[in-house]
């Protein structure tokens, strides 16, 4: 059986470059795929997770570093 799931697209405030996040919704969940550089866009996305109103959340936190073995 396929997974079913609706993206949104959080787009943070000018000034932090228009980072992009993302919520990913399933019919019993939240997860929550996060890259904002600022609290305040943080609590934006916060936010819109909220608004959808379906715990528990995952937060994956998007590595940018080259380093990172997940690359």
């Known amino acids: 059986m396929a997974l079913e799931f609706t993206v949104y697209l ?25 890259a904002m550089m600022t609290v305040s866009n943080a609590q ?4 819109c997770a909220d608004a959808l ?6 937060f994956l936190i998007y590595p940018w570093e080259k380093s990172c073995p997940l690359f």
Request: cysteine-free; overall charge negative; proline content about 6%.
């Open 44 to 47: 934006l996305l916060r936010r």
């Open 10 to 34: 959080v787009t943070s405030r000018s000034e932090t470059f228009l980072t992009n996040d993302f919520l990913l919704e399933t019919t019993e969940s939240l997860i929550a795929v996060d």
């Open 53 to 58: 109103g379906k715990p528990p959340w995952i």
